[in-house]
């Protein structure tokens, strides 16, 4: 059995902890409202940006059309690029999207596609480099700064270039998708060729200038850094959504267990003055 000092040591050094876990809590939530406005303002450019091309590519098709929203017409190689954080400390946040990924890099396999990887984050890297470590082909790190067009410019154009290459016919992103402090979804979301939403009402009529495939050929490049941009914002909401969570039930449990090694340090100092005692007694009484 512990003895009292050990006890008395060891609480201390979960109160040590707790002190850590509570303001990692803090600034976790302080920095959880900064990441959700961001991520919540990205949504409407991103989603105005996919329904303008929606609307240029009812008017365009046939050899016209551009690499990028055609495609190339297979279904063979794909490109998988897995965005997560670079830190953890946050619950089960980055394991369900590389979990995500290894669904799906698993049905390619089975039905015998070639699959490579690029992978945004360094959780991403580390848990999937031991088994898809020979697919990949590079690897980005996020950072501490929040995430910006200078971050994902680089790989949007790593992505085209091998794309424009002829090396894959699709490119798919797997990211988490924000959506309350308690909820953050592991999307996939196609990005090559581009997927066109499905208007629910009558198409409003534009008359473009210059023609809808030049502008095509300039939205559609961007449109890979503005999707790559705002799933990041939505994966930096979701990690301090997670980590502010996780820190919390860290704290919580630290409070239980200093409590319960409180008890019995109690417990077990009474029980030693309670001995201490009868042998003084019996003493005594001996004499």
């Known amino acids: 059995m512990a003895t009292v000092k050990e006890m008395r040591t060891r609480i201390g050094s979960v109160k040590s902890t707790q002190k850590i876990t ?35 590519a009812a008017s365009v098709s046939g050899p016209s059309a551009p690499l990028l929203l055609a ?7 794909h490109l998988v690029v897995v965005a997560t954080s670079d830190r953890g400390l946050a619950g089960a946040f980055n394991s369900s999207i590389v ?47 929040s995430p910006g067009l200078a971050l994902v410019q680089p790989i949007a154009k790593k992505i085209l270039d091998l794309y424009n290459a002829g090396e894959f016919d699709v490119v798919t992103l797997v990211y988490s998708k924000f959506k309350s402090v308690v909820t953050q979804t592991p999307t996939l979301k196609q990005l090559i060729p581009a997927v066109l939403e499905q208007s629910t009402g009558p198409a409003a009529f534009y008359d473009y200038e210059p023609d809808e495939v030049a502008i095509l050929q300039e939205l ?41 090694l409180t008890i019995k340090m109690n417990r077990t100092r009474q029980a030693k003055i309670t001995t201490e005692l009868i042998e ?3 003493g005594a009484a001996a004499v």
Do not use: C, H, W
Not at 108 to 131: H, M, S, W
Not at 134 to 145: A, D, H
């Open 99 to 145: 979990r995500e990924a290894r669904r799906e890099l698993a049905r390619l396999t089975a039905e015998a596609k070639t699959a490579k990887v690029i992978t945004i984050g360094r959780k991403a890297r580390d848990q999937l480099r031991r088994q898809y470590g020979s697919q990949f082909i590079e690897s980005y790190e996020v950072g501490l700064k």
């Open 22 to 56: 509570k303001a990692l809590q803090m600034v976790a939530a302080a920095k959880l409202r900064r990441s959700q406005q961001a991520a919540e303002a990205a949504r409407p450019y991103a989603q105005r940006m996919a329904a303008i091309i929606s609307n240029l």
């Open 220 to 260: 559609l490049p961007q449109n890979i850094s503005v999707q790559l941009l705002s799933a990041m914002l939505e994966n930096q909401a979701g990690f301090f959504a997670s980590q502010m969570t996780a820190m919390d039930n860290a704290t919580r449990n630290a409070g239980d267990l200093i409590n319960a």
């Open 280 to 282: 003084i007694i019996a």
């Open 71 to 77: 495609g190339t017409g297979k279904d063979d190689r």
